[in-house]
């Protein structure tokens, strides 16, 4: 009986960085629909297609749009993160049932304003949006965003640059001001963050609806316009959401 060759094993991550899980790695091989591979440009621009970064599988690819979930450092404890990143990747499609559970589970979790929820304070806050809106309709396109007490959620248009480095942008500018005026030194988000690619038009106006509800659904306001870190409270009489260049747009229309 002829044996198979084994895999090589994979190598031991750097220090300071987080594992690599091999059986995400073989879950992404695997699927011949998510193997969609960047051409040389696109690679030269950093676009990887699906990769990981330690726990949870992510995809980078121009012209999408995905929605973000990003949380605080201290959020949801590590053991719980743990047991949510292994139960089911939300950005995996293809795998509804777990995605849906691990999603639930987590914002159940975040809803709870585990942590010190730093993004209460106004001036946070402030710097947290003006980080997402500083780029928008001249590097990509919000379709809608939430600032919550410990995490953020929004829904983003990629165009050239992306999604990884827009993530690392936006979190390095606002955790050296959250750090400033609170005084403090180490590490504000956590450093992986979930992304889902959006399916279809139904699913983008479902997923905007649900962040920008999402105050209301934590019962911390009675009216999505009442939050005041929302895309909801910029919406006009058609419900357009305008963008930085005072232009509106009509992604994410409710």
Known sequence: MKRSRPEPPEPEPPAGMMPRS????RLIRSKPEWNWKPSEAEQAAGFRGWHQRGYLPHFDAPVVTQIVTRTLAD??????????????PATLNALPSSIQSARRRLEALLDTSRGQCHLRNPEIASCVESSLCRGDSSEYQLGGWVIMPNHVHLVVDIWERPLSELVQAWKGKSAREANRVLRRTGRFWREDYYDTLVRDERHLARAVRYIEDNPVNARMVACARDWPWSSARFRDEYERLPTSSGRFS?????
């Open 22 to 25: 091999v059986e995400l790695l």
């Open 250 to 254: 009509a992604i994410g229309k409710r």
């Open 75 to 88: 959020a949801i404890p590590r053991r719980l993160w743990d047991g949510i990143s292994r139960s089911g």
